[in-house]
T-cell receptor, first 113, second 113 residues
Framework: DSGVTQTPKHLITATGQRVTLRCSPR?????VYWYQQSLDQGLQFLIQ???????AKGNILERFSAQQFPDLHSELNLSSLELGDSALYFC????????????FGEGSRLTVL | GESVGLHLPTLSVQEGDNSIINCAYS??????FIWYKQESGKGPQFIID?????DKRQGQRVTVLLNKTVKHLSLQIAATQPGDSAVYFC????????????FGKGTKLSVIP
């Protein structure tokens, strides 16, 4: 158990819809990262938050947005969903160490029909 | 463009043998490399890391080798066990203090009992 909690574990929705994925980082971790894992693109970095502020953006679509709340949990919002958005979405948190050890949750599997 | 990739998509080894998983990277400015393991249905899990000023680092049953001349990274697993069956990813970071990981495509390791 990594200590990172993601909900929901599975989500099935239709094209054009909007969903919100939630992440609770490990206790005390200020950094939250979102990654998308698909068969064709592999694991791709989407966005990073640190203590409520956006720190870095990766390959995140404009239809996607995220935020980190004062209690440090984070949400990833996906809107105007397309078939190609079907993927596993991982949240990871990081402590204060100077290593690249990210603690990943078990992911939210999104299926867009 | 800059990328991190793997030579082999699958690798099968006999239990007890040593495993070697390879990774090529193209960004000569990459400063820090990490290996992650992803078991079925779980998020990636940190295994071992190495900085660009090193060429070898050892952990428990694992060794990472870095050859900067040919931009090649490898993960060696000694006495491979059934529990080592997973997908292994190498990842790089764009620079010191940055942990937005760029992951390779992954190698699936299957251990034959």
């Amino acid at each position: 158990d990594s200590g990172v909690t993601q909900t929901p574990k599975h989500l099935i929705t239709a094209t054009g819809q909007r969903v919100t994925l939630r992440c609770s980082p490990r206790s005390g971790d200020l950094s939250v990262y979102w990654y998308q894992q698909s068969l064709d693109q592999g694991l791709q970095f989407l966005i990073q938050y640190y203590n409520g502020e956006e720190r870095a953006k990766g390959n995140i679509l404009e239809r996607f947005s995220a935020q980190q709340f004062p209690d440090l949990h984070s949400e990833l919002n996906l809107s105007s969903l397309e078939l190609g958005d079907s993927a596993l979405y991982f949240c990871a948190s990081k402590g204060a160490s100077n290593t690249g050890e990210l603690f990943f949750g078990e992911g939210s599997r999104l299926t867009v029909l | 463009g800059e990328s991190v990739g793997l030579h082999l998509p699958t690798l099968s080894v006999q239990e007890g043998d040593n495993s070697i998983i390879n990774c090529a990277y193209s960004n000569s400015a990459s400063d820090y490399f990490i290996w992650y393991k992803q078991e079925s249905g779980k998020g990636p899990q940190f295994i071992i890391d190495i900085r660009s000023n090193m060429d070898k680092r050892q952990g428990q049953r694992v060794t990472v080798l870095l050859n900067k001349t040919v931009k090649h990274l490898s993960l060696q697993i000694a006495a491979t066990q059934p529990g080592d069956s997973a997908v292994y990813f190498c990842a790089e970071t764009p620079g010191a203090g940055s942990y937005q990981l760029t992951f390779g495509k992954g190698t699936k390791l299957s251990v034959i009992p």
